[in-house]
């Protein structure tokens, strides 16, 4: 086969387009049910305002949170009772309005305005029923644990080495930042930090794949929702560089289309896709899937793939296989800093071989 990989994606309907269908559909039908009540559909922001105002909303006490849909009930009632008959409200539309509004709404006041899954740290002065309550955090013990192992001692922080400065700086002396950056591919400096320290592993330990050999696929599995890693590979290698994430794309940031020679990107889980290439290298950027099913996308000449893996999360355990090189590398700008290499295993080999 020539060196160019070949990406096909399998036609199943993932769960993520799934989900989104149907709020789509939510929105659509909530939409037409108000069009066809006469009623007004969205709310005015004035009016929000005047309810915030008028029962006393505040950032809440550190720890105490409120659920959006309690706020989104009473807003509903408050309308229905002023104006004496049934007042439609979509609640998507209002609840996806609701967190932008109360962040321009409290950005000049004391205390930061966040939000936890689908509550806000607000509270109101005035009415009991929404009073903000704390909510018991579930500490991430693995998380806290991994802390503590690089820190080298229970509960105290890192020191910050000049070490851990190496690929900020690294980066502010490659010549291609400069693409990296008018990208936009990278949203901070931990997500920088962390596609670095894969090139870094790769450069240490999988010398015998030459920069230059353009018969090297490199497949980033995981990517996020910009092709960070494939993207500095593509840009430092003569690799074809393929991301597979089943978010890509879907940040403002993201883009439909990049100028980076030879490299590809795909929104689609890497069980959705086969990829057959010459020469396979897999890197594993804090990707929540299981290794084993990455190796079973990927097909070589040889049937084995080269590895470099960055676990995070519950991902430790599945992102795993034997004769693996291990290390930290405090240059990673994250609790979770583990890198795991493997020079060969097993994947598929092409069917006519
Ligand atoms: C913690 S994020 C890491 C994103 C990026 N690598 C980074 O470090 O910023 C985990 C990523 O794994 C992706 N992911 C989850 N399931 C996946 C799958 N089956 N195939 C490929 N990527 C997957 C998620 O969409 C998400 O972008």
Redesign the pocket.
């Known amino acids: 086969m020539s060196n160019q990989p070949i990406v096909e994606i399998i036609e199943v309907e993932p769960r993520w387009i799934t989900a989104q269908r149907v709020r789509d559909e939510l929105v659509a039908s909530e939409r037409a049910a108000a069009r066809e009540s006469g009623l007004p559909t969205n709310f005015d922001r004035r009016d929000l305002d005047e309810w915030l105002d008028a029962l006393a909303f505040d950032i809440a006490p550190v720890g105490e949170w409120l659920e959006s849909v309690r706020v989104f009930e009473a807003f509903k009632v408050h309308l229905t009772t002023r104006e004496r008959r049934s007042v439609h409200i979509a609640q998507g539309e209002f609840l996806t309005c609701l967190g932008s509004h109360l962040r321009e709404r409290f950005l000049h006041c004391q205390g930061e305005f966040k939000k936890f899954k689908s509550r806000y740290n607000i509270t109101s002065k005035t009415s009991e029923s929404l009073k903000s309550r704390a909510i018991e955090y579930r500490t991430n013990r693995k998380m806290t644990r991994a802390k503590q192992k690089e820190s080298g001692h229970s509960g105290q922080p890192s020191v910050v080495a000049s070490e851990s400065r190496k690929y900020m700086n690294e980066f502010l002396k490659t010549k291609c930042s400069i693409i990296l950056l008018e990208n936009e591919l990278f949203p901070d400096a931990k997500?920088l930090s962390?596609s670095f320290g894969a090139f870094n592993a790769c450069r240490k330990h999988l010398g015998e794949f030459k920069m230059d050999d353009e018969s090297i696929s490199l497949i980033s599995?995981?990517?996020?929702?910009t092709p960070r890693?494939a993207a500095l590979f593509a840009l430092r290698t003569s690799w074809h560089c393929i991301a597979?994430?089943?978010?890509m794309g879907l940040s403002k940031k993201s883009k439909q289309k990049y100028d980076i020679a030879r490299l590809q990107f795909h929104r689609a889980?890497?069980?959705e896709v086969r990829i057959r290439a010459k020469k396979a290298i897999i890197v594993m950027?804090?990707?929540?899937?299981s290794l084993a099913?990455t190796l079973a996308s990927v097909t070589s000449d040889d049937g084995t793939a080269a590895c470099i893996a960055l676990p995070?999360c519950n991902y430790y355990a599945s992102i795993d296989a034997p004769n693996r090189i291990e290390y930290s590398d405090i240059a990673v700008l994250s609790p979770h800093r583990t890198v795991r290499v493997w020079k060969r295993l097993s994947c598929s080999r092409h069917a006519n071989d």
Do not use: R, S, Y
Request: aromatic letters at 0%; glycine letters at 10%.
């Open positions: 997500e962390e599995v995981g990517d996020g929702m890693t597979i994430d089943p978010k889980k890497i069980e950027v804090h990707a929540h899937i099913k995070c």
